[in-house]
């Protein structure tokens, strides 16, 4: 199977053999479960290997879309419950309300702190102000996952991480985890990029702070090229993937142009001009990471990387080479 898909791992090779990226850890599944996986590169001398952890950065959202879907199934949220039911001195300057599903499609309107913020992301959540009405507009936000964190922990009475630990284990996705000691691959240019990776990893940030291994992710992925096996019922799998911001403004970093809607913190590249097949949902992280899914193609991806800067890689062609091969 690696060579129905290597011009994919071709590509890979060379953002590392170019210096595009230190190391690329590409994987490929369906909904049997993984069909090829390779790793390249080095970081800083420790060669990648399959089994690493990485940071996932962003890709921490959809792991944590996935348990407020579950709690959906469950009739403790709708998408329509308020951040102010776990959170009643949110937004007292406010004169709109901020619900479930504003904070997981980017439409909340609420001030993004740093990523590497000092101090408790709750804080940042709770200061006063905000950049837009919800629903009007969307910004790309990390914090507001800290309110899908609130609200979770709120209705069933445990911890965010608890909760994600609980169905990520059932999953067989048993490496994803928010503790540095799996020992991640560093970036080693964050602290060029702006990012104390020290502070970051303190926060255990609910819309950046999970690790895992490729392996993690793919499991992830072919349960969700079955429906969603174990993880989410077909329905909700649906919902997640329904356009929650249509045609309103998009603010940086995301413009109308790059053509993608959010859904249930889902990325839907549905008109995006760079692809093949836009029958695709996934996300992106901060340092690289990308993890895909081509639901009509029936092929899952992950590809695991560390580098903040990266001007010369175009992602879209990696995307490009699975879905054709995927298709043939």
Known sequence: ?????????????????????????????????????????????????????????????????????????????????????????FGRDRDDAVLLRHLVSHTAGIPEPALDHRGALREALLTPGRDFAAGWMSRYSSVAFDGVAA?????????????????TAAAGADGVTLDTSCDPHPVPDAAAAGVDMSAFAALRHPGAGAMARASDLLAIGSALLRGGDGIVAPATLG??????????PRLE?????????WGFTWNLRTRAPGLIDTDVYGHGGWAGTEFWIHPRLGVAYVLLTNRAERSDVDADRLDNAIAAAASR
Do not use: C, N
């Not at 970093?253 to 809607?261: I, S, T």
């Open 253 to 261: 970093p995301y413009p109308a142009d790059r053509g993608q809607d």
């Open 151 to 167: 609200l979770l922990e709120h209705a069933a009475g445990s911890s965010w991480e608890s909760q994600l630990g609980a169905w």
């Open 1 to 89: 199977m690696t060579q129905t898909y290597a011009a994919a791992f071709d590509w890979a090779r060379q953002q590392v053999e170019t210096g595009a990226l230190p190391t690329a850890v590409l994987g490929i599944a369906d909904r049997s479960g993984v069909i090829a996986l390779d790793a390249f590169g080095h970081t800083e001398g420790r060669p990648a290997t399959v089994d690493d952890h990485y940071f996932l950065w962003s890709i921490t959202k959809v792991l944590v879309g996935l348990t407020a879907a579950r709690a959906i199934e469950r009739g403790l949220v709708t998408p329509q419950t308020p951040l102010t039911d776990a959170l009643p001195e």
């Open 239 to 248: 919902m997640m993937r329904r356009p929650l911001t249509g045609d309103i």
